[in-house]
């Protein structure tokens, strides 16, 4: 073998120009090793799904006529180490070139551009060939400018790839965003749409992970697991999406329920991160449903902008500010996460519910994880890097390249406001108003203090006056500091005292 090619976990794209041709002198490989599963401690789905498609995708590849090597997580020759493994795999076949494809994370194109660079080798890396705009494009875009805001992109790429647009170019609907319409509560009804994702068994899979003694957590579901193996499951789900519950995304995308976990979000964000699915053919596919008139222009548009925009525009954020921004604690937080982030043991319903979805399903909705989860881990002082660690763990979407950002900068406000312009902070009236989670909750919504109060509210409200420096100039909060200076000094003594008794006793809320 003369060639040998890389593939890493989340580079699960069978249509990549790669395997356009088959050719004998060219060795696909693929391993499970400790290194990945173990620089966090992940979700046993999160495991399960990227070893599966692992497994399906090389499957895949032997059946085309490609020559491939898989290195199982429990292979007696498993160095266990991604470039130890290629050490050994390269000096076996006696290749010449190596070449790989850009890996999302920094950590690991790090390691492999050291790597490469001394082993010698003829080769190189390409591009996976994935995303739509490159690593540097938003960098580029804001140099030199003091705020960076998504929307700006955002509109940059819709013009860019031709989105949405009217023949003229100007925005379908005659504006750019329609997010002002997609703040709905949902109580009931339409209906949650039937649960259509495939259905698997990776009982034998799931052992084998057990005996080589990979940790994890959450219920790995391993006789029942809801998660696609594969490009063809990806684009059942996709359809699935479009035709039953895009309609009404855009009205409940902010909403949360305990009767509806999923409401009418898409679930594709794994079969995306892993790239079963390129983002193109999943914007193409909600456009058309709008222009057939099979969804809202709201809907459609809210669902573009977090493919097209959002996700786009983390990943440019993540490259320009790598590496450091991992360190990112501009509020300097530090109180450890509560034992109840691992199992779901807390009176709060809110979290009781999100951090419960979470640990069963390894998926919350953004929502779930920006203003419920979130949310209290900012105005409770939660270590934004222990955060981060259980974000990139526990979700079997997360790769560090969109949940980091998201993290410190969007949930955290880690990073001082360079990809938030305010910290996303609210009280339990945001509960109230977008979910059912506060009915039947032992804490009242309604109380600021006392053994019974919310504790978001003292929470809250101490928050603003903890970061009251930094914090009280911001134009887009003036309204909570102007509520601050209308209470008495009682009031105020009263919250921080509760507040601090809160944060004191975090294990036991």
């Not at 039937?194 to 034998?204: A, E, I, N, V």
């Not at 305990?258 to 009418?264: G, H, P, V, W, Y």
Request: hydrophobic share 40%.
């Amino acid at each position: 073998m003369k060639t040998v090619r890389l593939l890493l976990g989340d580079q699960l794209n069978p249509l990549h120009p790669w395997f356009d041709r088959v050719d004998p002198e060219v060795l696909y490989v693929l391993m499970e090793i400790r290194q990945e599963t173990d620089y966090v401690l992940h979700h046993a789905q999160k495991i399960l799904a990227i070893f599966a498609g692992m497994r399906a995708l090389a499957e895949h590849l032997r059946s085309a006529g490609h020559q491939v090597r898989y290195i199982p997580i429990d292979a007696p020759n498993n160095r266990q180490n991604l470039t130890e493994n290629l050490d050994a795999l390269l000096t076996e076949t006696q290749a010449g070139c190596f070449e790989w494809q850009a890996p999302d994370e920094y950590r690991l194109d790090a390691q492999l551009d050291a790597w490469f660079a001394g082993s010698g080798f003829d080769g190189g890396k390409t591009s996976s060939m994935h995303f739509l705009a490159n690593r540097f494009e938003a960098r580029n875009m804001f140099a030199g400018k003091k705020q960076w805001r998504m929307e700006n992109f955002y509109r940059h790429m819709r013009r860019k790839h031709g989105v949405l647009l009217e023949p003229e170019g100007s925005p379908a609907g005659g504006q750019w965003n329609f997010d002002a319409e997609n703040r709905k509560p949902w109580r009931g009804q339409p209906p949650e749409p039937l649960d259509r994702r495939p259905l698997h068994d990776h009982t034998l899979l799931w052992q084998t992970i057990c005996d080589a003694g990979v940790p994890s957590f959450g219920s790995h579901s391993a006789a029942a697991f809801r998660w696609p193996l594969n490009r063809s499951e990806a684009l059942d789900m996709l359809k699935t999406f479009i035709d039953e519950a895009l309609p009404h995304f855009g009205d409940y995308q902010d909403a949360m329920s305990t009767n509806a976990a999923r409401l009418f979000h898409s679930l594709l964000s794994f079969a995306l991160n892993v790239k079963m699915l390129h983002p193109q053919e999943v914007i193409a596919a909600a456009e058309t449903a709008w222009r057939s008139g099979a969804a809202p222009l709201a809907a459609v548009e809210g669902f573009i902008r977090q493919i097209l925009g959002w996700r786009e525009y983390i990943r440019g954020v993540y490259w320009a500010h790598m590496p450091g921004y991992e360190n990112s604690n501009a509020l300097e937080h530090t109180l450890p996460l509560p034992e109840w982030f691992w199992t779901g043991k807390t009176d709060m319903r809110c979290l009781q519910e999100s951090i419960g979805n979470s640990l069963e399903h390894a998926h919350a909705h953004h929502i779930q994880r920006l203003m419920v989860i979130g949310n209290f881990a900012l105005l409770a002082g939660l270590d934004p890097q222990a955060l981060h660690r259980w974000y990139l763990g526990i979700y079997i979407d997360a790769f560090e390249w969109v949940e980091l950002p998201n993290t410190l900068g969007m949930s955290q406000f880690a990073d001082g406001g360079l990809l938030a312009s305010k910290p996303y902070a609210a009280s339990a009236a945001y509960m109230h108003r977008m979910s059912d989670y506060c009915r039947g909750c032992r804490y009242k919504r309604n109380r600021r203090t006392g053994p019974d109060a919310c504790p978001y509210n003292a929470l809250y409200w101490d928050f603003h006056l903890r970061h009251a420096d930094r914090l009280s100039r911001n134009p887009r909060i003036g309204m909570v500091y102007r509520n601050l200076a209308a209470m008495d000094a009682s009031e105020i003594e009263n919250i921080r005292r509760h507040a601090a008794d809160l944060r004191a006793h975090l294990d036991v809320l």
